[in-house]
């Protein structure tokens, strides 16, 4: 496996967070573990909330969905499920979108768009883990 450094994207002001990220390319298909940590809070730039780099371009013209999980450890309680995206129109140079489950409208998914980091006296206080697979360009 290859480590690299995920990073999120469209984020407004200063990254409070800290990546981590394994992967392996076999045959073009990536396969890769991200995990995103809140040390401090983050906030994305806007309602598109925050995207996620990928450790190559995935190619591109085509919509990934990847899995993604939430956890709150000292803010909340709970995993939320959601996916992370990247669009048809999109480079492939990025995750667009992460999204998860919320509990209003359904359960509807709902872009993440906001990290507490240590406030309310939290250390860590939400991982993003995201994984999956996709062609590289």
Known sequence: MTQWTPKLTNVKGADGTVGTGHYVETGGVITFTAQIVAKK????????GFGLTLPKPAK???RYAFSLSLDGRQADSGV???????FV?????????L????TSNGAALQTIGYLYGDLEGAKEAEIITVTGSYPVA
């Open 41 to 48: 809070e983050t906030i994305a730039a806007n309602t598109a």
């Open 60 to 62: 591109a013209g085509v």
């Open 80 to 86: 939320w499920t959601g996916e992370a995206m990247c």
């Open 89 to 97: 129109g999109s480079a492939g140079k990025q995750l667009d979108r």
């Open 99 to 102: 999204r998860v489950t919320g």
